[in-house]
């Protein structure tokens, strides 16, 4: 008889408590806590880190311009 098809975890402890993680993954306790917070908020990488490059280019594009009036570079 075989045994059900359940898949395999391993239980990691920190300090919120215990929780399963899955045995084929490469992550921690704390990954899986960090991706739950964020499924919780609402936030995805997807529609942040676009954002926050195009900010910090246009950002850097000013303060070359500012540089390059005030003849520092």
């Known amino acids: 008889m075989q045994a059900p098809n ?3 975890v ?3 402890i920190e300090l919120l408590g215990e929780q399963p993680v899955p ?6 306790i704390h990954s899986l806590h960090a991706s739950k917070n964020f499924a919780l908020s609402g936030i ?10 195009g900010q910090e280019f246009r950002a850097l594009r000013r303060s070359r311009m500012f540089y390059d009036q005030v003849g520092v570079i």
Not at 23 to 28: F, I, K, Q, T
Not at 44 to 53: D, E, H, I, R, S
């Open 6 to 8: 359940v898949a395999a």
């Open 10 to 12: 391993r239980q990691e």
């Open 23 to 28: 045995v084929e993954v490469y992550y921690g």
């Open 44 to 53: 995805t990488l997807q529609n942040t880190v676009p954002m926050t490059l």
